[in-house]
C-alpha cells in the first residue's frame, strides 16, 4: 500500500485543505483514499463512528475520501485547556493531561500507538494521505517528534513541503527549511508545493526555478488560492482573527470569541444565510447591541471561560440583550454557561472550583471525568435535527423539564427558558439541519434558505479538488508515493 506526506513550512499554510483536496482528487480517480494525522492540536473535534474524537480537519478529509471517520485517522489529539496544559486523547479516548513540562517526553512514547493507528488504516486502502503539524524547521521540537519527520521516518513516508507565498518569503521559507533540517530528515522530502498564490503563476517561475536549485526538491506545482475554501469548516482559530467584510441589512448573530473556544465550525452553516450576519465578537469590542441573536459556542475550560466572559463585560452585554427581548443559544459550553452554577469539584478543567453562570436557564452543571461523545438524532423546534455531543459533566435542574431536543434514543437533550428565547442544547452540528436552522431564524424574523449544508461543503471539496488536479503534478506525487512507479 502506498503514502504521500504533505508538510508545511509554518502553521496555516494550508496543508488541511490541500489534503483533503488530494484526497478527492484521488478518490475521484478510484482510489482508495484514507487521511491520517498523527497528532494534532485543536479545540475544534468530530465524534467518530468508533465511538471517539478526532480532529475536525481529518473529519473532513475523511468526508473527501467518502469515508466514515474513525479514530484511527488521528490517533494523539492534543485539546489545549489552559495556557500550559492541554488534555490528552489517545485513540479517540481521554488518557489524561500533558503540560508544558512533560510534554515532549509523553509524545514520543505514543510514537507507537500512532504506527498501530497507520498501520491499520494502510491496510484498508490504496494509499493513505498524511497531514504534519506546524513546521519540520521547528527542529528545537525535533527530539521526539511524531507529528512530522519523526513520523515520516518511523513510518518510511515520502514527504512533499508546502510553502503559502500569500504570507511572503516562501522562497526563504522553503530554502531556510532545507538549510536547518537534519540530512537525513531532507532526504525525506520529494518536492514542494506553491500555495496560496495570486495572479499570474508564470510571474513567478524564476523563483519556482531558484527553489529547485537551491533546495534540490522539485517543484509539483503552484496552486492558486483556492476561494471554494472559504466553503469548508475551519479547524484552526487563526481564523478568527480575521475580521469578517462588514454587510448590510442583514440580522446579525454575534458569537464572543472565549480563550478557549471549541467547535466555532458549529455556526459555519448560518454563514450560509443571505438574511444573517455571523459577528465574531474578540477580546476588547462589546457584544453589538444590534445582534438580533447572540451564541455562546463550544468551551474547553468552561469556568475559565466564564471568567473571560466576565472580565470583558459580555456578562452585562449578554443580559441587557436578553431584557430586549432577544434570542440567545448556547451550545455545549455555552449551554453550561447559561445555568445558575457550574461546579467542578475533581478539578477536570484545573484548580477544584465552582463559579456562578448566568442564570438564564434554571440548571446547574457539575464537571466529571467520563465525557460523553457519541452521534444522536432527533426533533427540536418541530424539525428533525442531527449532530453529536462531546462533553465532561451532566446538566440538571428544573430547566430541562422543557428539553430543547426529543432524541430518538428516547433521550432528551438541553433546556429552553419559559419565554423560549434562551435555549441551551449539548449537540454539536445541529445547525447543519436545514430545517432546524429555518426555525431558529424565523425567531430572529429570517427566513432561511434551506441549503444544504453537507451537500455545500461536499460540492465545495469537489471544487478544490478539480482546482488542485488542473496545477498539481498529482501523477508525479503518486509515483514519490509509490504508484505508478
Known amino acids: 500500500m502506498a503514502a504521500l506526506m504533505l508538510q508545511g513550512t509554518g502553521s496555516d499554510v494550508g496543508k488541511s485543505v490541500l489534503v483533503a483536496a488530494l484526497c478527492r482528487a484521488l478518490t475521484h480517480r478510484g482510489l482508495r483514499v484514507l487521511p491520517f494525522k498523527p497528532q494534532n492540536m485543536s479545540n475544534n473535534a468530530a465524534v467518530t463512528t468508533d465511538g471517539g474524537e478526532i480532529g475536525r480537519a481529518q473529519a473532513l478529509q475523511a468526508m473527501a475520501c467518502r469515508a466514515e471517520p474513525h479514530s484511527d485517522m488521528n490517533p494523539v489529539l492534543l485539546k489545549p485547556q489552559a495556557d500550559r496544559t492541554s488534555q490528552l486523547i489517545v485513540h479517540g479516548r481521554v488518557r489524561g493531561t500533558l503540560g508544558s513540562g512533560n510534554f515532549r517526553e509523553a509524545r514520543g512514547a505514543l510514537m507507537t500507538e500512532v504506527l498501530e493507528s497507520y498501520h491499520r488504516l494502510r491496510s484498508r486502502c490504496d494509499i493513505v494521505i498524511v497531514?504534519?503539524?506546524?513546521s519540520?524547521?521547528?527542529?528545537?521540537?525535533?527530539?521526539?517528534?511524531?507529528a512530522n519527520m519523526g513520523f515520516a521516518r518511523a513510518a518510511d513516508v515520502p514527504v512533499i513541503l508546502i510553502g503559502d507565498i500569500d504570507r511572503g518569503g516562501v522562497i526563504a521559507s522553503i530554502v531556510g527549511t532545507r538549510a536547518v533540517i537534519e540530512a537525513e530528515d531532507a532526504a525525506m522530502i520529494r518536492g514542494f508545493l506553491i500555495?496560496?498564490?495570486?495572479?499570474?503563476?508564470?510571474?513567478?517561475?524564476?523563483?519556482?526555478?531558484?527553489?529547485?536549485?537551491?533546495?534540490?526538491?522539485?517543484?509539483?506545482?503552484?496552486?492558486?488560492?483556492l476561494s471554494a475554501a472559504a466553503r469548508l469548516p475551519s479547524e484552526d482559530a487563526v481564523i478568527l482573527e480575521r475580521p469578517a467584510?462588514?454587510?448590510?441589512?442583514?440580522?446579525?448573530?454575534?458569537c464572543p470569541i472565549l480563550p478557549r473556544i471549541s467547535n466555532f465550525d458549529d455556526l459555519d452553516p448560518l454563514k450560509l444565510e443571505p438574511g444573517v450576519e455571523v459577528v465574531m465578537v474578540p477580546p476588547g469590542r462589546p457584544i453589538p447591541a444590534e445582534a438580533a441573536m447572540i451564541i455562546l459556542p463550544g468551551s474547553k475550560a468552561v469556568i475559565a471561560d466564564m471568567a473571560a466572559?466576565?472580565?470583558?463585560?459580555?456578562?452585562?452585554?449578554?443580559?441587557a440583550h436578553h431584557r430586549r427581548g432577544g434570542t440567545i443559544v448556547g451550545l455545549?459550553?455555552?449551554?453550561?454557561?447559561?445555568?445558575?452554577?457550574?461546579?467542578?469539584?475533581?478539578?477536570?478543567?484545573?484548580?477544584?472550583?465552582?463559579?456562578?453562570?448566568l442564570g438564564l436557564l434554571d440548571v446547574e452543571t457539575e464537571l466529571s471525568p467520563a465525557k460523553i461523545l457519541r452521534q444522536v438524532a432527533g426533533t427540536a423546534l418541530g424539525a428533525p435535527v442531527a449532530g453529536y455531543e462531546m462533553h465532561m459533566g451532566e446538566t440538571r435542574g428544573p430547566g430541562t423539564k422543557r428539553a430543547f431536543a426529543m432524541l430518538e434514543d428516547g433521550g432528551r437533550d438541553g433546556a429552553v427558558d419559559p419565554a423560549g428565547r434562551v435555549i441551551g442544547s449539548y449537540l454539536h452540528g445541529l445547525f447543519a439541519s436545514p430545517a432546524l436552522r429555518r426555525a431558529l431564524l424565523a425567531r430572529i424574523g429570517v427566513t432561511g434558505n434551506g441549503?444544504?449544508?453537507a451537500a455545500d461543503v461536499d460540492a465545495a471539496l469537489d471544487a478544490v479538488a478539480a482546482e488542485f488536479a488542473r496545477h498539481a503534478e498529482i501523477d508525479a506525487m503518486l509515483r514519490i508515493a509509490g504508484i505508478g512507479a
Open 245 to 254: 467584510d462588514p454587510r448590510e441589512e442583514r440580522r446579525i448573530i454575534a
Open 136 to 146: 519540520p524547521a521547528e527542529i528545537n521540537l525535533r527530539a521526539g517528534d511524531i
Open 131 to 134: 497531514e504534519g503539524a506546524g
Open 195 to 225: 500555495n496560496k498564490f495570486r495572479g499570474d503563476p508564470a510571474l513567478f517561475d524564476d523563483g519556482y526555478r531558484e527553489i529547485e536549485r537551491r533546495s534540490g526538491w522539485r517543484g509539483l506545482g503552484v496552486i492558486p488560492w
Open 309 to 319: 466572559l466576565r472580565a470583558e463585560g459580555w456578562d452585562i452585554d449578554i443580559r
Open 332 to 357: 455545549c459550553g455555552g449551554y453550561q454557561m447559561l445555568g445558575r452554577r457550574i461546579a467542578d469539584p475533581l478539578g477536570i478543567e484545573g484548580a477544584p472550583a465552582e463559579v456562578e453562570g
Open 451 to 453: 441549503r444544504d449544508y
